[in-house]
């Protein structure tokens, strides 16, 4: 009995905020959201009040957290590769409609109006307008009417007989120096004037001037006309676009189908600098992992000698680097390669007179790199290494000295095979973490310098990540998330195989460890 209490006191709430959640997304026409929100919250209540769902009670709540961290994500991402989604494209056909046919241009032709403002204690107002005549009329509500057809509601007060109304009705005149504490709400204000669309609004504080639509949205053509040129822009692929190839600047979220994907592929200026950044990519990892684990190697093999005096001492300073945080070693770093006042060049030009253009030139961006990430990493390796060093039988050693194996033939005959039976599985990860390894590229060189010409803001030392990032925050025409998507997709299946691989080869590597 207690225990169904406490299942009703925790998922009545739970259920009460779905009721609200799902009224919400009715009224949005969110009919898709409103399905999952009423299967899932059906799923948890027969999970955790049915008996025979017991089981499932331990996995809804990791397959939730993993649906929505994880599976959710990935889906969403997959579906903005294929649109057009970015700056420019953000709002929905019909928001983008509706904020073309809201905009207003001046008609300097046509009347303008003296304009004196009235408030009443709702914050309403209403606008005195005298014309060029002399003649007055009021807006209020939406409309515009002739002071004499206003009406007695609307009746002009003058009390203190300066041929200016005080009030009129319970509207109370502003103040000229108090009207521009209004005039966020006082811009907002539209009148209908006269026939058509034409309205009324504030030019300055004391004049409001006719305005007329700048375009028109003509349903059956599906575009937008300029009502002034009568220009016809044509809804197509996520734009308006006329006859003569001009596009209006705002355009609207549509499906692109694999457009993303060929532009990686055909437009020259996208997939040229792709293409470097792609190969980049895998000659980063590579070189990551290669220099890293070869120093690291080195100084496991010479920490692991039991004849070295201060064994502990050098282990604990080699392992500093890996002790202090990744992000703030690279901004050191960064610091200590800067051109003009870097520690780095300082020396260099104490000592052979010249300094190197570490973050500038693209070949020595790149080695500046390789040589932080090789900081960064070296004793992680070495830990890796000088712990899979412990595992080998040192019989094998004393036997091949007997057999009269130098020093050589021992580290590529026994340690090294043995080594790397161990260390493999963990060489593979480290590739796939250093493809991905986005805060060393980034705060160290912000993936610079440039790549000339290219049409995409990719850097020389850029790897797809990084340039993913800068595809979706950086560009300098604005933000393009279905690019980015498209170059996350191509990461995640070039990751996901490494994994697979990862997990083959660690397979394989235990059948050689039982048979040796």
């Not at 009545?12 to 009919?31: H, Y």
Request: charged residues 15%.
């Amino acid at each position: 009995m207690a225990g169904a209490i406490v299942k009703v006191l925790l998922l009545g709430p739970l259920n009460a905020i779905a009721v609200w959640a799902a009224v919400i997304l009715a009224g949005e026409r969110q009919f898709l959201l409103l399905a999952l929100l009423v299967a899932g919250c059906g799923l948890i209540d027969y999970v955790f009040l049915a008996r025979r769902a017991y089981p499932w009670r331990y996995l809804i709540p990791g397959l939730f957290f993993m649906a929505v961290m994880v599976v959710y994500p990935l889906c969403y991402t997959v579906l903005v590769a294929f649109t057009n989604y970015g700056t420019g494209h953000i709002l929905s056909k019909d928001l983008a409609i509706q904020h073309y046919t809201s905009r207003y241009v001046l008609k300097e032709d046509l009347p303008q109006y003296a304009a004196a403002i009235f408030r009443n204690d709702a914050a309403r107002f209403a606008v005195l307008l005298t014309d060029s005549a002399g003649k007055r009329f009021v807006g209020v509500k939406d409309k515009v009417v002739p002071l004499e057809d206003a009406g007695l509601e609307l009746k002009p007060v003058d009390e203190d007989g300066d041929g200016v109304p005080d009030r009129i009705g319970d509207y109370m005149a502003v103040p000229t120096l108090a009207v521009f504490q209004y005039l966020t709400d006082l811009q907002k204000l539209e009148f209908q004037s006269g026939a058509g669309d034409n309205v009324l609004k504030m030019r300055t504080p004391d004049t409001f001037a006719t305005y007329v639509p700048e375009f028109r949205y003509d349903k059956d053509l599906d575009a937008l006309v300029d009502v002034e040129s009568e220009t016809v822009y044509y809804a197509r692929n996520g734009s308006f676009v006329a006859d003569s190839g001009e596009t209006l600047d705002t355009g609207y979220k549509a499906s692109v189908g694999w457009r993303n994907f060929k532009s990686l592929v055909r437009n020259p200026q996208i997939s040229g600098p792709f293409l470097r950044v792609f190969v980049w990519t895998f000659v980063w990892a590579a070189l990551s992992v290669l220099t890293t684990f070869s120093l690291g190697l080195l100084l496991a093999v010479l920490l692991n000698d039991v004849k070295m005096k201060f064994r502990t001492l050098y282990r604990v300073a080699l392992v500093l680097p890996y002790a202090m945080p990744a992000f703030i070693s690279a901004l050191i770093w960064r610091g200590l390669l800067n051109t003009e006042v870097g520690l780095v060049n300082s020396v260099l030009k104490s000592v052979i007179g010249v300094g190197v253009p570490w973050l500038q030139d693209p070949f020595w961006a790149k080695v500046a790199l390789i040589l932080v990430n090789l900081w960064l990493g070296f004793p992680y390796m070495m830990l890796v290494c000088l712990g899979a060093l412990q595992s080998i039988p040192h019989e094998l050693y004393e036997a091949s000295t007997v057999d009269g194996a130098s020093g050589w033939q021992q580290f590529w005959r026994i340690t090294l095979p043995l080594l790397l039976v161990s260390v493999a599985p963990l060489l593979i990860s480290s590739f796939a973490f250093n493809f991905n390894n986005f805060s060393v590229v980034y705060l160290v060189t912000r993936g610079r310098p440039a790549i000339p010409g290219a049409q995409t803001p990719a850097g020389a030392t850029d790897i797809l990540i990084s340039y993913t990032y800068r595809l979706a925050f950086e560009s300098a025409a604005g933000t393009d998330y279905g690019l980015a998507s498209a170059v996350t997709i191509i990461i995640f299946l070039i990751v996901g195989t490494l994994s697979w691989i990862n997990f083959r080869f660690t397979g394989a590597l235990e059948e050689v460890r039982e048979n040796a």
